[in-house]
């Protein structure tokens, strides 16, 4: 599960239609199956973000599910946040765009850690 890239990171856009600041990855570890009052973020780490959901891992149904936490503890809308690696994995990459890096990429992504920390059981 171990990886050698940051548990969030900014990615820079690629072209013109892309996200006008690109985009900020999130590595995933995703428990599907949860009880209610388990889903959400479970821990943050330096390379993986732990979370649990409730839905089961059919039908896209956990990705659904993911996108909705991270839209939640964010506040930003669903639409801004994808699964973009690991469709079928419990180890899934969600790529979050709309996110105004006010010119401090680390200052952003410290922000995001934290309210992702903050919102850890």
Do not use: W
Not at 48 to 55: F, K, L, Q, T, Y
Not at 75 to 82: L, R
């Amino acid at each position: 599960m171990a990886s050698a890239l940051p548990a969030i990171r900014h990615v820079a856009a690629t072209s013109s239609k892309s996200a006008l600041g690109g985009y900020i990855y999130v590595q995933c570890h995703v428990k599907p199956g949860a009880s209610k009052q388990r889903e959400g973020v479970v821990s943050v780490s330096d390379d993986v973000i732990e979370i649990c959901v409730s839905a089961q891992a059919r039908d896209g149904e956990a990705n659904k599910a993911v996108r909705e936490v991270f839209s939640s503890i964010l506040k930003c809308p669903k639409s801004d946040v994808e699964v973009i690696r690991g469709m079928k994995s419990r180890d899934k990459t969600v790529a979050i765009c709309g996110i105004d890096m006010q010119g401090d990429e680390q200052k952003c992504i410290s922000g995001i850690r934290a309210q992702l920390e903050s919102a850890s059981q």
